[in-house]
Nanobody
Framework: QVQLVDSGGGLVQVGGSLRLSCAASGRTFNSYAISWFRQAPGKEREFVAGISGSGGGLYYADSMKGRFTISRDNAKKTVTLEVNSLKPEDTAVYYC???????????????WGQGTQVTVSS
């Protein structure tokens, strides 16, 4: 089992950057694929980026490629999502989630952080 805590969200202007963190507890952290999802008001939860347990597999939603970067430090049990060139449509609650196997489908993830709000103002 793994517990996740998201942090790093905030209010940022268009074109700005943020660094979101997902801190985990549990002894088998490197066995889990970790992904970030986001959910805007009135919209479905959508996949943003994911990383395999070893860190060797990186996955991005097409609309985030080039702007978002995911990485992990298994020794520190953290996953980081760097978000750049932010747009108003990036405004959402961002969640990290853990699964035994990577998937772009949020239904496949059993463990979730509490979410961190990202608001991009124009």
């Amino acid at each position: 089992q793994v517990q996740l805590v998201d942090s790093g969200g905030g209010l940022v202007q268009v074109g700005g950057s943020l660094r979101l963190s997902c801190a985990a507890s549990g002894r088998t952290f490197n066995s889990y694929a970790i992904s970030w999802f986001r959910q805007a008001p009135g919209k479905e939860r959508e996949f943003v980026a994911g990383i395999s347990g070893s860190g060797g597999g990186l996955y991005y939603a097409d609309s985030m490629k080039g702007r978002f970067t995911i990485s992990r430090d298994n020794a520190k049990k953290t996953v980081t999502l760097e978000v750049n060139s932010l747009k108003p449509e990036d405004t959402a609650v961002y969640y990290c989630a853990a699964s035994w196997r990577f998937s772009r489908d949020h239904y496949e993830y059993a463990y979730w952080g509490q979410g961190t709000q990202v608001t991009v103002s124009s």
